[in-house]
């Protein structure tokens, strides 16, 4: 069965900290990635995405992620946080050409203390 | 301009009623979808329409209804809410040269079924 899964749940780090958080899929096909991001009481906003090319993909707000297509994985990560990334991340997959049919993982919690 | 709106954005109600949401959007796109976040954060999608055909159902119960007047427009209607349809319904669309992943969210609307 298709799935996204991401590693943490739950973490919290100090403001520079560096930030990495896992996700790993399992799709029999070519696929799309998609990092999202909820910040407290708003919507989903994409952060980056991954179609084809470069596997190392540069978002919004100094995100970055690679997509490591043996392992399965697209970890996303900033090399130093702000209190204002506290927010929910989301990874996200569908097969390529699909009608938008995003899996999304369970989200990662990130709190970033001052 | 907010690109994907929906209304209402909160909705407290009693089990057994019916509610509808409605959601709009501006960005031209041809794809809508429904998606629900459960309390644990979960989203799931629910529905998707393309130029007001339906073409994404994941086993939602048939007391959901899905109707797109228009490529701009779909809103859910729900039947006989229970309890456990309390979530948190988010609208979405894409363009079709995102290849369906790249959605916009509506700032989604928070159900409350007492």
């Given at each position: 069965a298709q799935s996204v899964s991401q590693h943490n749940h739950h973490v919290i780090l100090s403001e520079a900290a560096s930030l990495e958080l896992g996700c790993n899929y399992s799709y029999g096909g070519t696929v799309n990635l998609f990092w999202y991001v909820q910040y407290p009481g708003q919507h989903l906003q994409l952060l980056l995405k991954y179609?084809?090319?470069?596997?190392l993909v540069k978002g919004i707000k100094g995100f970055e992620a690679e997509f490591i297509k043996s392992k399965f994985s697209f970890n996303l990560r900033k090399p130093s946080v702000q209190w204002s990334d506290t927010a929910e991340y989301f990874c996200a997959v569908n097969e390529?050409?699909?009608?938008?049919?995003l899996q999304f993982g369970a989200g990662t919690q990130v709190v970033v203390t001052p | 301009d907010t690109a994907v709106s929906q209304t209402p954005k909160y909705l407290v109600t009693q089990m057994g009623n019916d509610k509808s949401i409605k959601c709009e959007q501006?960005?031209?796109?041809?794809t809508m979808y429904w998606y629900k976040q459960d309390s644990k954060k979960f989203l799931k999608i629910m529905f998707s329409y393309n130029n007001k055909e339906l073409i994404i159902n994941e086993t939602v119960p048939n007391r959901f209804s899905p109707k797109s007047p228009d490529k701009a427009h779909l809103n859910l209607h729900i039947n006989s809410l229970e309890l456990g349809d309390s979530a948190v319904y988010f609208c979405a669309s894409s363009a079709p040269e995102t290849r369906g992943g790249e959605l916009f969210f509506g700032e989604g609307s928070r159900l409350t079924v007492l």
């Amino acid at each position: 069965a298709q799935s996204v899964s991401q590693h943490n749940h739950h973490v919290i780090l100090s403001e520079a900290a560096s930030l990495e958080l896992g996700c790993n899929y399992s799709y029999g096909g070519t696929v799309n990635l998609f990092w999202y991001v909820q910040y407290p009481g708003q919507h989903l906003q994409l952060l980056l995405k991954y179609f084809s090319g470069d596997p190392l993909v540069k978002g919004i707000k100094g995100f970055e992620a690679e997509f490591i297509k043996s392992k399965f994985s697209f970890n996303l990560r900033k090399p130093s946080v702000q209190w204002s990334d506290t927010a929910e991340y989301f990874c996200a997959v569908n097969e390529r050409d699909s009608w938008g049919k995003l899996q999304f993982g369970a989200g990662t919690q990130v709190v970033v203390t001052p | 301009d907010t690109a994907v709106s929906q209304t209402p954005k909160y909705l407290v109600t009693q089990m057994g009623n019916d509610k509808s949401i409605k959601c709009e959007q501006n960005l031209g796109h041809d794809t809508m979808y429904w998606y629900k976040q459960d309390s644990k954060k979960f989203l799931k999608i629910m529905f998707s329409y393309n130029n007001k055909e339906l073409i994404i159902n994941e086993t939602v119960p048939n007391r959901f209804s899905p109707k797109s007047p228009d490529k701009a427009h779909l809103n859910l209607h729900i039947n006989s809410l229970e309890l456990g349809d309390s979530a948190v319904y988010f609208c979405a669309s894409s363009a079709p040269e995102t290849r369906g992943g790249e959605l916009f969210f509506g700032e989604g609307s928070r159900l409350t079924v007492l």
